[in-house]
Each structure stands twice: as structure tokens, then as C-alpha cells.
């Protein structure tokens, strides 16, 4: 069974730093696209930031300079980079791969990690 396992998620002080890593567990022959978003208390989730696996990235505006998102697709892991971390950047932070293939070519859509908290405060 392909599970996306996050972690590295934390308390840390405005200005600080945290790295999140998520990895696929699983039999997993390629993944597509890979991302972060985030659920603040009381609002929607919301996209952070995107790599394809060929290593195009895309950031929220309200990140971008900040965050770095990268992947290592031989260990199936990809990770989030943040930096300058402030108040407004705390929310549980989920991982996301859009699609996974089996090794058998099953493709599996719409994976998700169970969520890491982040907070940022004084």
C-alpha cells in the first residue's frame, strides 16, 4: 500500500527555520507532480508550492524567497525548505503527489500525507 509519511514539522520562533520531508512508502515505479499545502485554523486549504518531476517549481506568492521545495525521486522523498518562517505560517502542512504508478502500471490519484503542524510564535 503507496502512503505519503510527512515529517519535521514543529514550534519554531518568527525569523527560525524548519525543513519538512514527506516521503512515499510503498512499491512505487514514478511520481508526478509533488507539493505542499496548508489548512490554517479556520480557513481553507491552500496551495504552497508545486515540483514536477522534472524539477519545475512553482510557489504561492505569500512564500515565495522564503520557501524551496526539492525532491530526490530515487528515494521517493521531496522536502520543503522554510525559511524566515512568520506568524502567518502556521497551519498543518500536507503533502501531495497528484500521481503515483505502480509498479505494475496501477496508477494511484490525489495521494495525500496525514498533515505536520507548524507554528510560529514568540
Known amino acids: 500500500q503507496v502512503q505519503l509519511v510527512e515529517s519535521g514539522g514543529g514550534l519554531v520562533q518568527p525569523g527560525g527555520s524548519l525543513r519538512l520531508s514527506c516521503t512515499a512508502s510503498g512499491s512505487i515505479f514514478t511520481i508526478g507532480i509533488m507539493g505542499w499545502y496548508r489548512q490554517a485554523p479556520g480557513k481553507q486549504r491552500e496551495l504552497v508550492t508545486t515540483?514536477?518531476?522534472?524539477?519545475?517549481?512553482n510557489y504561492a506568492d505569500s512564500v515565495k524567497g522564503r520557501f524551496t521545495i526539492s525532491r530526490d525521486n530515487a528515494k521517493n522523498t521531496f522536502y520543503l525548505q522554510m525559511n524566515n518562517l512568520k506568524p502567518e505560517d502556521t497551519a498543518v502542512y500536507y503533502c501531495?503527489?497528484?500521481?503515483?504508478?505502480?509498479?505494475?502500471?496501477?496508477?494511484?490519484?490525489?495521494?495525500w500525507g496525514q498533515g505536520t503542524q507548524v507554528t510560529v510564535s514568540s
Open positions: 515540483i514536477s518531476s522534472g524539477g519545475v517549481t
Open positions: 501531495y503527489a497528484n500521481q503515483i504508478m505502480e509498479p505494475g502500471g496501477n496508477w494511484l490519484y490525489d495521494n
